[in-house]
């Protein structure tokens, strides 16, 4: 082969590896613009059944679960039997976080920090942030705007927002490009990846995903929960998250100190 045609495919190769993809250009073109563009989510309440399936270090489990949830910082999980009989319960009411299973001797409680709230959703958010993106909601990180960042998945069609410094807690957010509704996230502790949320099935501001699938990095995780008989937007009273450990079992509670290596407080 001639020198010069090997240079000119040289050229052609490196030419394409670094050529950026470009914004749609009818769409937004800043990160500040896609930001402006997310719709406010109106669910403020949800309760109704869910199917959980878990992947967890190569084990598969499965459960029915009731879900209340209620805005800003309010949740409940109760895990049932066929029968739907109680199986275990977490709650918390924003302020206390409980958790005990059917036959156990001991009650789980402390305050309801962003570890403890992770030991049962493990999505890395405070608690009025995944309340919310169990309603569907799924919230930027709030960083400055010289740490915001707009690029365009090409693979999946959708506006990825790069938000917070590579050495520090960062998220990348997933837009729709037509709806303009978050779609997902990875959230990242410098080049750790710690998590991810992804929405699956059409919604709109008004109505819940079909499912949410979680996945965690530790442990290995692979989670959904598969919204099924759901309402939205009904009262529910706040007292119903305030749960007292059964009678006769231990309390035991959880510190919501993480070692360092965490990175999640």
């Not at 309010?74 to 918390?92: N, Y």
């Not at 938000?163 to 990242?188: C, M």
Request: net charge neutral; with cysteine; aromatic share 6%.
């Amino acid at each position: 082969m001639r020198a010069g045609v090997v240079l000119l495919l040289m050229l052609l190769m490196l030419g394409c590896a670094g050529a950026p993809v470009k914004l749609p250009i009818d769409g937004p073109q800043t990160a500040a613009a896609v930001l402006a563009l997310l719709p406010i989510s109106t669910v403020t309440t949800i309760q109704g059944q869910a199917r959980l399936d878990a992947y967890v270090g190569g084990d598969r489990r499965s459960v029915t679960l009731l879900v209340l949830a209620s805005r800003a910082d309010k949740v409940q999980f109760q895990a049932l039997a066929p029968t739907l009989d109680l199986l275990g319960l977490v709650s918390s009411d924003g302020s206390r976080f409980v958790t005990f299973e059917r036959g156990s001797d001991t009650c789980q409680t402390g305050l309801a920090c962003q570890r403890n709230l992770m030991r049962f959703v493990p999505i890395p958010l405070p608690a009025a942030a995944m309340v919310a993106a169990l309603l569907g909601d799924l919230r930027p990180l709030a960083v400055p705007a010289d740490e915001q960042q707009l690029s365009w998945d090409a693979t999946r069609h959708l506006y990825r927002l790069d938000l917070g410094r590579k050495d520090a807690w960062r998220q990348e957010l997933y837009v729709d490009p037509k709806s303009h509704l978050a779609v997902g996230a990875v959230w990242f502790m410098g080049a750790r990846r710690v998590g991810s949320l992804q929405y699956q099935g059409d919604r709109t501001p008004a109505t819940l995903p079909a499912s949410l699938r979680i996945k965690v990095s530790d442990p290995d995780s692979d989670i959904t929960i598969e919204y099924r008989a759901m309402q939205v937007n009904q009262p529910l009273d706040p007292s119903v998250f305030s749960v007292a450990c059964p009678h006769g079992t231990r309390e035991v509670n959880l510190p919501c100190t993480a070692p360092p290596s965490e990175g999640m407080e």
